[in-house]
């Protein structure tokens, strides 16, 4: 997401922004991953240790912030570890553990001192969530939870949902195709998710025996894992102690730009998540016109809906071998689904700003706030004369009508 808005800031930069009004404080990872081209057009810091974990980052954060003296400071990613007075700070949220974890998500963790090192993580975030003066959450779910868990006054609270990066818009017009599942060729399921507990890596072991079990042996899960992470040395122990290695492929962290091509190699997404906000994955998938089979927590079923994609228990294998059999035994129905979810993301884009220009708006109508902005009127950053109405929203959009019309759906979820 970091990547993507840096790359579109820089696109809007000279065209809506005063030259040099724009400095950029960012990780030695993320500087890694972004054209220098791109940087030279900011003033910008780059920071080899987070802020999280040195006090001497913090100190050198404020100092600069000090000596810059600005309008505002904008915390992409909250929290940011530092208490800012002298200006109006606008922090993300983007921590789901914070606002909306349940038990679902919490049964990620086997042992009760993990769970408990969980909720402290969380009242240490909760804490610093709260040094901030205005917020922006990616969807109701998580507004809720920030005004429940974290005690946040609402109308400080601005919705501006994820979308996908600008590597990805270019396939956004391209037509679905239909997949091929035949027995000779492998099923290449694409766990597309970073090295997290609740991504839920775990059931795909018992997911894969669950396929074997019914005599299919095609599917082969991949992977983006850091072999370094416990996820990953965990899963792949129990790969190699039940000699699974033929079924798993890890491509290692991948970044947006590669991701693309990844995804061209790909059957479908699997996406086991137990805790999620509004993850750009499904969006990928959806826009690079695979099939999507996804966990059935609340956050995903407020955002899609069965018409559109394939829902499943995250906690049982069971019931997700038995979604991927149906996928390979009807691929002509996941097809329907696929040509309209990709019609309904297309509808939805078309009718809303860019979440970066949906940033800048909220910014400058903070800054000044007799400015009317689309981000400061629409809560989901759309055009001003487009109201998401989020009360309709969870709703509507559970699956109760299959055959709907995905143009039908998309028409539904707004009000003039």
């Not at 000090?66 to 909250?78: E, K, M, N, R, Y």
């Not at 005690?151 to 017009?173: A, D, G, R």
């Not at 962290?253 to 590669?258: F, V």
């Not at 998938?285 to 089979?293: F, K, N, Q, R, W």
Request: hydrophobic share 40%.
């Amino acid at each position: 997401m970091a990547i993507s808005f840096l790359h579109d800031l820089s696109d809007l930069y000279h065209k809506n922004i005063e030259p040099h009004s724009i400095t950029i404080f960012l990780s030695s990872t993320l500087a890694s991953q972004i054209s220098p081209s791109i940087l030279q057009k900011f003033k910008h810091h780059i920071f080899p240790i987070s802020p999280a974990r040195s006090q001497s980052a913090r100190k050198h954060i404020e100092d600069l912030i000090q000596a810059i003296h600005p309008d505002l400071v904008f915390s992409l990613f909250g929290p940011c570890y530092l208490q800012i007075n002298h200006c109006p700070h606008l922090m993300g949220i983007c921590n789901g553990w914070s606002t909306h974890a349940d038990k679902l998500a919490f049964s990620a963790f086997s042992t009760p001192f993990q769970k408990i090192k969980r909720h402290l993580t969380n009242l240490y975030l909760k804490k610093h969530l709260k040094h901030a003066t205005h917020w922006i959450t990616e969807a109701p779910i998580a507004q809720k939870g920030a005004i429940k868990k974290l005690k946040l006054p609402p109308e400080k609270i601005f919705i501006i949902p994820n979308e996908v990066s600008i590597f990805y818009k270019p396939y956004l017009n391209q037509a679905p195709q239909l997949i091929n599942t035949s027995p000779a060729k492998p099923l290449n399921l694409f766990i597309f998710c970073s090295a997290y507990p609740h991504k839920n890596i775990k059931i795909l072991i018992p997911t894969l025996i669950a396929l074997l079990q019914k005599n299919i042996s095609q599917a082969r899960f991949h992977l983006t894992l850091p072999e370094s992470s416990r996820e990953y040395q965990n899963l792949f122990t129990q790969i190699k102690k039940y000699d699974l290695e033929n079924y798993f492929i890890n491509h290692g962290p991948t970044t947006p730009q590669d991701g693309t091509e990844l995804y061209k190699k790909m059957d479908a997404l699997l996406f086991p998540s137990l805790l999620e906000t509004y993850s750009v994955t499904p969006l990928e998938a959806i826009t690079m016109g695979i099939p999507v089979l996804l966990s059935n927590i609340a956050a995903h079923q407020d955002l899609f809906t069965e018409d559109l994609i394939t829902f499943f228990n995250p906690l049982d294998p069971e019931d997700i071998a038995n979604q991927i059999i149906k996928l390979i035994q009807h691929p002509e129905l996941a097809l329907i689904k696929q040509i309209q979810a990709k019609a309904w993301l297309q509808k939805i884009l078309s009718e809303k700003k860019s979440r970066t220009q949906a940033y800048l708006e909220l910014v400058n109508q903070i800054i000044s706030p007799t400015q009317p902005t689309a981000a400061a009127s629409s809560p989901a950053g759309l055009p001003p004369d487009r109201h998401l109405d989020t009360t309709r929203l969870s709703a509507e959009l559970q699956p109760q009508n299959p055959t709907a019309d995905a143009t039908a759906i998309a028409d539904e979820l707004y009000r003039n």
